[in-house]
Structure formats: structure tokens, C-alpha cells
């Protein structure tokens, strides 16, 4: 994104940037066909649900002038404009648990003001919401998104690990409700005597922790080893909806001699109950606002403001992060200007605004990317496997999978970054086909895995497109006339589902991953490099990877205390904005700048797993010595104590290597360096056929065949 400070330059290029693509964010949508249900139903129900109890959490803190009727209409109206309308489709609209808390301020100062009160709240937010329009408005035009740049990953990942800490605290808040009183119910009901409201407690841990547990592992449905393939991948997609319904069911299961209202279920008027669409028409009693209040509605109107452009551009940030190889242009200056234009429209009708949301725009986008994933992965294995059976060599069946990944790419007239194209095949592979006898023979899934290679072979993409947006959006906005079946969700559902949107953030958090490195006890630290880990591990100190996150950790703790604080609540948005001078100037006093960069590199770089020899001994990780009880541990079964023995492949009279070469093909360990086949190394040692040439393996991507196909085509003997 280009840095411009110049009026409405910012505005324009992101206009002319996404209006280049528009025809294909819809082209691609279709396209996908079914499959573009499997991350719409996702992403719906990670923003429905929230959305559902915000509104009944602002139903208490409100006295009931805002429902999950107004926070519903909010999302959906907001997302349905965005969606066709806006500049990033990738980014979802919904009210976030800052705009709650935001209200409930608000709310608090209002109903003690004999001017203001109950009755006026919602005209007095109206102006609020006018005056936050307008400074959305004039940050879009100055071009402020410019130094979105400048909100670094301390930044991102501080406020995501924030969002994920308030969706936490109000599963726990939530669940220990669960065993106390509601607000306007009547206390003397048999539902609510002491043993019943323990008996409710305990049924709605199981309800929480039951739907909590399954959906995380129905995520990790598609590496089980357990089911069909399109089993797997249908309880991955659909998991999380169909556990909300499984323990919803569940909650039906004791219905003799209990009590009703046991469990407690969502509580919210239908929209077309008396006094629930009297908020559509707060518009005629905005001029009874008192003057003073008219213009002191600025001071929250700022914080207001603050919150959605940092809150909006992170949450579009995060959504297009480096790692996703998005290939359309950003839209931050246009995204905020529509921003503007739909939190006065919901200010004047009377329902709180939506802005862009963490954690669901990140889920969308990973959501994508596992649909493109899919979609690309069944053409290659079709094309590999119709190569297999045309006999064709390594460099062959290479050249035909790039091209029927070519074809599925669609050309586009702006495109940042160009085509990544196939990744190149692994070492292993390559050392297979050489120890087969020569690298121009006929290939078999003994050197190529149809099943397993075409994975590594996929670069990280994205199915850029609207549809899903949409049709998530419209979904929720059916949830306001479905309100008498959402009514039948147990409360201790939704605290289940909160706790999972908190936990299922935090994969792929740095900051996150930093913290479980402290924790990690020293004489086990030696895993995390015998795993993919994070590349500042290897290059800074462990001292320093704590002291960075030990100040990460406090100033968490700092913003997430604030927003206890009734009326020092509202100044939250201001500590995260405070993080671009603290990165700027303060941190680099106290951290190298090479380990600065490290620490808060912009993209997410991982590292391929170490063989660690524990003799050498790495003081920077702080290893201990390890304990012989553990190493026995490792070789000892658990339920008879027999030593494991590795069994290696026995060699026959059928076999068609060598026995020094099948180690090669069975190991999942590289062989050394002297038998791998790289830049300029001769492959006589290998092949009976000489080749004046040796094969090239580039590490980086390229949309082109590579030179292992164009030398198999130049210089092995085509049997296709």
C-alpha cells in the first residue's frame, strides 16, 4: 500500500485498484460451486453466535434499549453493504466486543442523567454515532490508513490475543452466571432454588466444556486416521455447526422432573414483539437531545472512532497478512470510508454499528485458503495420476501438474504478487528417483506420493472472492426471523463457543507461541526445534525472546485491566494506538535492532525441524540435562513396559534395490549431502545414464517449469 497524506489519493487508488477486480470477486464465488458453503457456513456461525449473546449482554447492560434483534440487523445490514459495496471482501462486519463495552459506558453515564435517562439513550448515541462518522470520514480522506504500516505485529497480535482474552472472560463470566440468580427473574421459582441453580451450574459445565472439546477436534477431523476421506473432510467443514446442534439436542435430554428453565436458554423478544422496532424510528428524537450533550457526544464519539480505525484496519490487516500470497489489492482508505457512511446509518436507525472483526476475518481468510487448497489439490491428483498411468517420468509428471495448475489460476489485470506457481520437489523425492536406477524412468507413487506429495508441492492461496460474505451475511440477517428457534440454544452453548472462537486465535500468534516457550521447561526445549518452529528461536537469545515477551505480557494485562475501569474504560483504544511511538522509539533502547526484527517480523517465518544433539548444549534456549526417567519413558510402552524396537525394511530376492539404497527410500530423513542431486552436482555417481548437466533445485517459486522438467524433456528418453 502506497503512504500518501494527500487528500483523497488513497481513496482513489484503492477505487481503481479494486474496481479492476470486481467482475472476477464475483466470477470466482460461482465458480467454486458447492464447496463455497463449507467456509460461508463457518464463518456465519463464528459470527452469529457472538453476535447473539453480545446482544443479550447488551439486553442487561442496557435495561433491554438494545437486543440480539438490534446486534443481528447490525451485522447483516452492515455485511450485505460491505460485501457488495466495499473494497476488501475478505473482511467481516460485526459487533465486536469493544463496541459492547463501548455501549455499556455509555449507557451507564446516560441513565443517571435526569436530561438524558433510558429514554433518550439511544437518540444520544445517534449523535454519537454522528460525530464518530465524521472523524472516520476525515481520517479516510487525510490518507491515516498509511500508517498501517506502522502497527507492527506487537501491535496486531496484541490486540487480537486482547479480543480473544475478552471473548475468554465472557465464557467464564458466562458459566459462572450459570449457578447464580438472573436479573428480572423471579427468585422464588423452583428453577432457581439453591440445589437446582447447582444442578443448572453443573449441567451447563458439560454443555460448555462438551461443545468446547468437540468442536476443537472436529477442526482436526481431516488428520484423523480414522473414516473416509470425504467423511473427514465434511466433519472439518461442518463440525462446529453440527456440534452446536448436537449439544443443543443434548440439552433437551433431561425433560422429566425438571424444572423449566433448566438449562437457561437465549433470551431475546422477537422482532415483531410490541416495543422491539421502536429503536427504527430514533431518528425523531434526536433534536430532543439537550444541546450540551449534543456536543459533549464528541468526547466518546473520539475514543469511539480511535477504536474502529485501528480496530477496522487491523482486523483487514490480519485478514491479509504476507503468508496468504493474497494476489488483489488492499482497499483500507475506501473500507474506511464506507466504515463511516454505515455507522451513521446505524446510528440514525438505532442499532449499534459494525466494524471489521478479529478473530472471524483471519477465520475467513484461512477458511478460503483450505477451499482453494481443496480445489486445487483434486485437479493435481487427477493430472498425477493420469501421468503415473502414461508412464511418465519424474520431470514429466512435474510439467503436467504445472500446467494444470496454470490453467486454474485466473490471470488478473492488477496482481500483487504475481503467480507463485507449484513449490519444487522435495530433496527426498528427487533422491528416490535417483536411487530408482536413473532420473528419466517411468515414476510410481514409490517415488512420487499422489497422496501425500501434492501437498507439499501447493503454495499457501487464497480463494479471493465476495460471495461468501454475502451469503454469510444474508444468513445472519435470516437469524432476526428465525429468533424463536435461536431462542432454543442453550445459554451454556454459546459460553462453549465463545471459549472456542478465543482458543481457535491463537494458532498462528507469535506472541501467543512466545509465552508457551517461557512455560516450556527447560530440559523439553530441545523439542520445539526438532519441530517446524519459529526462525527467531534459532537466531535470538532466549533472555531476549523473554524480556520481549515479559513487556508484551504486561502491557496485555494493562489494556485488558483498563477495560474494568467503568469510566476509564473508554481509553483503551488509546494504549493500543500508543504502540506504534513505544515500537518506534522506546523498544529499540532496550532490544537490538536485528533482534527487533526478528521479534516483530512482518511476515510468519517458520523454520524446518532440527536433528538436536543434546551433547552440544544451546545456553540459549536454556536446555537442561534430560532425565533418564523421560528417555525411558520414550522407549517404553505404557501398558506392557516392553522396549520399542525399530524394525527396518528386510531385503529379498525381489527387491528392486540394493539394500544401501533402500535406506533412502524408507527414511524420512534426508540422506547426506553428498548423494542429493543439487546445483551443479554431476548425477554419474547415479545414473547409467550420463547427463551433461546436473539437476537444479531452486528454492524460490516460480510459475515456470522448472529445470528438472525442462532436463528430463531435453535429456531423458520420453515414454509417454
Known amino acids: 500500500m502506497e503512504e500518501t497524506f494527500v487528500p483523497f489519493r488513497g481513496i482513489k487508488n484503492d477505487l481503481q485498484g479494486r474496481l479492476l477486480c470486481y467482475k472476477q470477486d464475483w466470477i470466482g464465488g460461482l465458480r467454486a460451486g458447492i464447496r463455497i458453503l463449507a467456509p460461508t457456513t463457518y464463518i456465519f456461525f463464528a459470527s452469529a453466535i457472538p453476535v447473539i449473546s453480545f446482544g443479550e449482554q447488551l439486553e442487561r447492560n442496557t435495561d433491554g434499549s438494545l437486543t440480539a434483534v438490534q446486534t443481528l440487523a447490525s451485522t447483516a445490514l452492515c455485511g450485505v453493504i460491505h460485501s457488495i459495496f466495499g473494497g476488501q471482501p475478505l473482511l467481516i462486519l460485526g459487533v465486536a466486543e469493544p463496541t459492547v463495552l463501548m455501549y455499556t459506558f455509555m449507557y451507564n453515564f446516560a441513565k443517571d442523567r435526569k436530561d438524558l435517562g433510558h429514554h433518550l439513550f439511544l437518540a444520544w448515541a445517534a449523535w454519537v454515532c454522528v460525530w464518530t462518522a465524521l472523524l472516520l470520514f476525515l481520517l479516510a480522506i487525510l490518507g491515516a490508513c498509511s500508517i498501517i504500516n506502522r502497527f507492527t505485529r506487537l501491535a496486531g497480535e496484541l490486540f487480537g490475543l486482547l479480543i480473544a482474552m475478552l471473548f475468554l472472560q465472557q465464557a467464564i463470566r458466562g458459566a459462572v452466571e450459570e449457578f447464580g440468580i438472573p436479573k428480572r427473574e423471579n427468585p422464588n421459582q423452583n428453577a432457581l432454588l439453591p440445589s437446582w441453580r447447582f444442578g443448572n451450574g453443573m449441567f451447563a459445565l458439560v454443555l460448555t466444556f462438551g461443545l468446547l472439546l468437540t468442536s476443537l477436534r472436529s477442526r482436526k477431523a481431516r488428520s484423523w486416521r480414522y473414516g473416509t476421506g470425504w467423511l473427514r473432510g465434511f466433519i472439518a467443514d461442518y463440525g462446529v455447526p453440527l456440534m452446536v446442534l448436537v449439544w443443543t439436542a443434548v440439552s433437551y435430554i433431561p ?52 477504536l474502529y480505525y485501528f480496530d477496522h484496519s487491523v482486523a483487514s490487516q490480519l485478514a491479509q497478512q504476507n503468508e496468504f500470497n493474497l494476489k488483489k489489492p488492499s482497499s483500507y482508505h475506501y473500507d474506511l470510508l464506507l466504515l463511516g457512511l454505515l455507522t451513521i446509518l446505524c446510528g440514525l436507525i438505532g442499532i449499534p454499528p459494525s466494524n471489521g472483526v478479529i478473530p472471524q476475518s483471519p477465520m475467513h481468510t484461512k477458511s478460503l485458503a483450505t477451499l482453494k487448497h481443496q480445489l486445487l489439490r483434486n485437479k493435481l491428483v487427477a493430472t498425477a495420476r493420469r501421468s503415473i498411468k502414461m508412464n511418465s517420468n519424474l520431470g514429466q509428471l512435474y510439467t503436467s501438474m504445472q500446467d494444470a495448475y496454470n490453467e486454474m489460476q485466473t490471470p488478473l489485470v492488477n496482481q500483487v504478487p504475481p503467480t507463485l506457481g507449484l513449490k519444487e520437489l522435495k530433496e527426498s523425492t528427487i533422491q528416490k528417483a535417483a ?286
Open 255 to 306: 425433560t422429566h422432573d425438571v424444572p423449566t428453565g433448566i438449562p437457561r436458554r437465549l433470551f431475546s423478544p422477537n422482532p415483531w414483539s410490541p416495543g422491539a422496532y421502536s429503536n427504527w424510528t430514533v431518528i425523531k428524537e434526536m433534536l430532543n437531545v439537550p444541546p450540551l450533550y449534543i456536543v459533549g457526544a464528541f468526547i466518546p464519539a473520539t475514543m469511539i472512532a480511535v
Open 435 to 720: 536411487d530408482a536406477g536413473y532420473i528419466g524412468a517411468p515414476v510410481d507413487e514409490t517415488v512420487f506420493d499422489v497422496d501425500k506429495d501434492i501437498d507439499e508441492l501447493l503454495p499457501v492461496e487464497v480463494k479471493e472472492q465476495r460471495l461468501s460474505n454475502l451469503l454469510q451475511a444474508l444468513m445472519v440477517g435470516c437469524c432476526v426471523a428465525a429468533m424463536p428457534l435461536l431462542k432454543k440454544i442453550p445459554t451454556s452453548v454459546l459460553w462453549g463457543y465463545f471459549a472456542f472462537m478465543a482458543i481457535e486465535s491463537l494458532p498462528g500468534n507469535q506472541f501467543w507461541e512466545r509465552i508457551l516457550l517461557l512455560f516450556t521447561a527447560p530440559s523439553r526445549r530441545y523439542k520445539v526445534l526438532e519441530e517446524q518452529h519459529l526462525t527467531f528461536i534459532e537466531t535470538v537469545p532466549f533472555k531476549t525472546i523473554a524480556f520481549f515477551t515479559l513487556f508484551q505480557t504486561a502491557y496485555l494485562l494493562v489494556c485488558f485491566g483498563i477495560t474494568w475501569i467503568p469510566i476509564a474504560g473508554l481509553l483503551f483504544p488509546l494504549l493500543i494506538m500508543l504502540l506504534v511511538p513505544v515500537r518506534q522509539y522506546f523498544l529499540p533502547k532496550f532490544f537490538k535492532a536485528a533482534h527487533l526484527q526478528d521479534l516483530d517480523a512482518a511476515a510468519y517465518e517458520e523454520a524446518p525441524p532440527l536433528p538436536f544433539n543434546m551433547s552440544l548444549g544451546v545456553q540459549e534456549l536454556g536446555i537442561a540435562s534430560v532425565g533418564s526417567g523421560e528417555i525411558l519413558d520414550e522407549i517404553v510402552t505404557r501398558s506392557r513396559g516392553e522396549v520399542r524396537r525399530i524394525h527396518s525394511p528386510k531385503v529379498t530376492s525381489t527387491s528392486p534395490a540394493p539394500a544401501e539404497m533402500m535406506a533412502h527410500a524408507y527414511s524420512p530423513r534426508l540422506t547426506p549431502r553428498s548423494y542429493i542431486p543439487r546445483l551443479s552436482e554431476p548425477t554419474e555417481a547415479k545414473s547409467p545414464r550420463k547427463s551433461p548437466k546436473g539437476i537444479e533445485i531452486r528454492e524460490t517459486p516460480s510459475p515456470r517449469a522448472s529445470i528438472l522438467a525442462r532436463h528430463s524433456h531435453g535429456h531423458g528418453p520420453s515414454t509417454s
